[in-house]
């Protein structure tokens, strides 16, 4: 009994990682309708950037996600007038594919670098016990943080006249236009907030797991996941949508094979996409 | 016009007379090397062409298509297998499988419109590949193979080889029938209405929903088809070989590379891509670099050339419409 609250414990613990990457996947499409298919890439980036920060040159791992950010929010403004700005408004299959040939670019340009060979980066933190099961430091500094740059995340985006104003250009482009607001500014703005979400998920998830320059794909998925269970654009949803799955995969891993728990998650998938597309933390009535 | 008025079109005399080009030229000199390379090139023609119902035509982006390739692959390896039928009827029953599946299923995610049918369709590969990996009368994540035996029925590997290298033309023929039948058709005005506006269409008497569910269903039936005969021919299957996602996005590209919408322009694409592949792959230079051309190549298509190949030629020259169609 007391293996399985640790296994749901430790999978809250993961899943609120999940989320934070989601919500940078989230942020993107609430703001601009654009399904970031760079997300898993940036993900990557952002594992390969703490490996090349803590194991490379020594920083701590943890201070080393500052830098990252800034990296990330400067790149993803960049991916923004590179590859999404010309295809804003126009049908989706053209977003999906300009953000996957940027994703095509990152990878082959990842694997050409580092190969496909597994890498991993090494913190010493000590655990937590809990009777006979000790909870690893990493995990719970993870879910720490990540619960912090979502609450930061909230405060700017209802606090900030800069976060208000991307909230207006999510609700009404054209509105927002009309009362003043920069909207192109405000998107390019917003795609680099995603991206550096992303990109800050993937060094904490370095921080828990071995990784490959092609580890991407499967987070992204399971951003995928995330994103739907907790409705598509809604960025608290998404914090609970992988808070939701990592609470699955805790309570499945006892007591069936690993491998099982992905078939689970895809067909809720499915299904919560065709049965509530508003996503299940929706609470707000249309 | 009567049901067989596309025989009188100039069109469909030149998509017989590619096909039969196809089959004939890698039998000039025995050449397998050639044979190995348009193998897969009339797979891809087979998959963009189809591709192309529901994107071209339709207007929705399948994102998973190539989970008809894989289930297609999967039933007409196991009812070789398990029931030692042979691959023709094999491949059939288990594509009538496939189509009936994306039938049912059709009815259910063609409900979503724009990205969120991309996400479901993507949803459904992913889903079905959990799902075979483990699934043990299919061999789980190890996948299935085929006892050489099961060449037998075509005289011998060597000619079982040949055998299914004109059986994958027939079906990317077919394919490209398919596609053009369909164009010049009622069915497929109601479907390039759906595409151009759903609501309109639907306003205007179109049954949109099962319009678009048979659209999905059709597409998925001779990729299915060409999925029993491809792995058939690989003698093996396993769930990451025949759910590739980054597979089915590569058939997108080649539909965008040639002209979405266009017969031709599916067809030329899938080629192109195809020819396209192999040199990256071959040459020294580039095999590192192969997803960063790629991603490149793709990136200028979309952003500066969203009509594609096709698009550009029927915009230089515009009589050119009315015979590639």
Request: glycine share 12%; proline share 4%; net charge positive.
């Amino acid at each position: 009994m007391n293996g399985i609250i640790a296994s749901i414990l430790d999978g809250l613990l993961v899943g609120s990682v999940y989320g934070l990457a989601a919500m940078g996947l989230t942020l993107i499409w609430g703001v601009m309708n654009v399904i970031n298919l760079t997300h898993g890439a940036i993900i990557v980036a952002g594992m390969f950037g703490v490996f090349l920060l803590a194991t490379v040159l020594g920083v701590n791992a943890y201070a080393s996600i500052l830098p990252l950010v800034a990296a990330s929010f400067v790149l993803g403004v960049g991916l923004y007038w590179v590859a999404v700005h010309r295809v804003i408004g126009q049908p989706p299959l053209m977003s999906l594919l300009s953000t996957f040939a940027v994703n095509l670019i990152l990878i082959g340009l990842g694997t050409a670098l580092w190969g496909t060979q597994l890498f991993n980066v090494t913190v010493t933190l000590p655990g937590l016990s809990l009777g006979r099961y000790t909870f690893p430091g990493t995990h719970i500094m993870a879910a720490v943080l990540a619960f912090v740059i979502a609450g930061l995340l909230y405060l700017f985006l209802h606090h900030t006249r800069l976060g208000k104003a991307v909230r207006a250009v999510a609700n009404n482009r054209e509105a927002a236009a009309l009362v003043g607001i920069p909207t192109t500014w405000v998107l390019s703005l917003a795609f680099g907030l995603g991206v550096a979400l992303a990109c800050t998920a993937g060094a904490l998830i370095a921080t828990m797991f071995p990784f490959t320059v092609l580890s991407g794909s499967t987070y992204q998925v399971n951003s995928f996941v995330v994103t739907v269970l907790g409705g598509l654009g809604n960025p608290a949803g998404a914090l609970l949508g992988g808070v939701a799955l990592g609470l699955l995969e805790g309570l499945a891993t006892p007591f069936m094979p690993v491998s099982w728990t992905s078939v689970i998650e895809f067909v809720l998938f499915v299904i919560v996409l065709i049965a509530f597309p508003r996503g299940l933390f929706n609470f707000r009535r249309s | 016009m009567g049901h067989f008025a596309i025989v009188r079109r100039p069109f469909f005399w030149i998509i017989v007379a590619a096909t039969a080009l196809f089959a004939l030229v890698p039998l000039w000199g025995n050449n397998v090397e050639l044979r190995e390379s348009l193998v897969l090139a009339a797979v891809y023609v087979t998959l963009a062409s189809n591709l192309n119902l529901m994107i071209g035509y339709t207007g929705y982006v399948n994102f998973g298509n190539i989970v008809f390739f894989g289930l297609g692959g999967y039933f007409g390896v196991y009812f070789s297998n398990a029931f030692g039928w042979p691959l023709i009827p094999a491949a059939l029953v288990g594509a009538a499988i496939v189509s009936g599946l994306a039938y049912l299923f059709g009815l259910g995610i063609l409900r979503l419109r724009g990205a969120y049918f991309a996400l479901a369709t993507i949803g459904v590969n992913e889903a079905v590949r959990a799902f075979v990996q483990n699934f043990d009368p299919w061999g789980g994540a190890s996948g299935l193979y085929i006892p050489i035996s099961a060449f037998g029925q075509f005289g011998g590997p060597m000619q079982a080889l040949w055998a299914i290298y004109f059986l994958l033309v027939l079906v990317m023929g077919l394919s490209l029938v398919l596609s053009y039948a369909i164009k010049s058709s009622k069915f497929g005005l109601g479907l390039l209405a759906i595409g151009q506006n759903e609501d309109a269409a639907a306003v205007l008497g179109v049954a949109t929903p099962r319009y678009k569910a048979m659209a999905y269903s059709i597409s998925a039936f001779l990729p299915a088809v060409a999925g029993a005969l491809f792995f058939f021919k690989s003698a093996f299957i396993q769930p990451v070989d025949a759910f590739d996602l980054s597979l089915s996005v590569e058939v997108i590209v080649m539909l965008m590379l040639g002209g979405q919408g266009t017969v031709t322009g599916a067809a030329i694409g899938a080629f192109l891509y195809e020819e396209l592949r192999g040199h990256l792959l071959t040459s020294a230079t580039f095999s590192n670099f192969q997803l960063v051309i790629a991603g490149a190549l793709l990136l200028l298509i979309v952003l500066f050339v969203p009509g594609g190949l096709m698009g550009w030629v029927h915009r230089r020259w515009p009589r050119t419409r009315t015979v590639l169609e």
